[in-house]
């Protein structure tokens, strides 16, 4: 009897798929790309958010400045600059028996025809935020031309009465009025009022003004 001829077998391997598939690896790039994006965003926010910060600080740098620069434009028109009295020029009156120093840049004008039944003299110093006035009231005293004053100010004007008192001008008697309009660009308004012994002499300035103007009064024979 014949012998049947044995067959080889062949082991047959497993198939095992590779972890590393292509559908794998586009998966991990994938998921890189997203991160990379997600940072990406996230800095461009923190950066955006940090120049924002920036930016209003330094808008609060500028505007402080700017805020001081306007307050200081507005004390300037209020109380401007008084230029030392020593480069004044001189204002003689003889006939009244008086003289004093003003603004070398004021233009004095002088109206004698002005109520002249009132007023002996009227005298106008024009220029700049430190124009001024000075009259020579006549047939009144000093108490009277007060009285006068304030009745034609207070309750007609919108000022507020905040100085009245008595003071000293070249040694003689002398009254202050000083007046604080409601306007705030506007400075006080003083009125100073003396008598010479025959006529009393007004003068109404800027209050910022008014000390140096009477430092350098005098009467005179």
Do not use: C
């Not at 958010?49 to 330094?58: C, L, V």
């Amino acid at each position: 009897m014949k012998s049947q001829p044995q067959l080889k077998t062949q082991q047959i391997q497993p198939i095992v798929q590779s972890t590393d598939s292509p559908l794998t690896k586009k998966s991990i790039m994938l998921l890189f790309i997203l991160l990379g994006l997600l940072v990406i965003t996230v800095s461009v926010f923190v950066g955006i958010q940090i120049g924002k910060s920036q930016i209003t600080n330094t808008q609060r740098v500028v505007l402080e400045p700017t805020t001081a620069v306007i307050q200081e434009a507005f004390d300037q028109k209020v109380a401007p600059t008084i230029e030392t009295t020593a480069s004044w020029k001189t204002y003689v009156d003889s006939e009244n028996h008086f003289i004093f120093k003003y603004p070398s840049n004021l233009n004095p004008q002088q109206n004698k025809e002005f109520l002249k039944d009132i007023y002996s003299a009227f005298i106008s110093f024009e220029g700049d935020n430190n124009s001024f006035s000075l009259y020579v009231s006549l047939g009144n005293s000093m108490e009277g031309e007060v009285a006068t004053i304030r009745s034609q100010t207070e309750g007609h004007i919108n000022t507020t009465l905040v100085k009245n008192e008595a003071i000293k001008i070249d040694g003689k008697d002398g009254w202050l009025l000083e007046y604080t309009p409601e306007k705030p660009v506007q400075a006080n308004i003083s009125r100073i009022i003396t008598s010479n012994g025959e006529n009393v002499i007004v003068i109404n300035a800027n209050a910022n003004i008014i000390d140096n103007v009477i430092s350098t009064f005098k009467f005179i024979n």
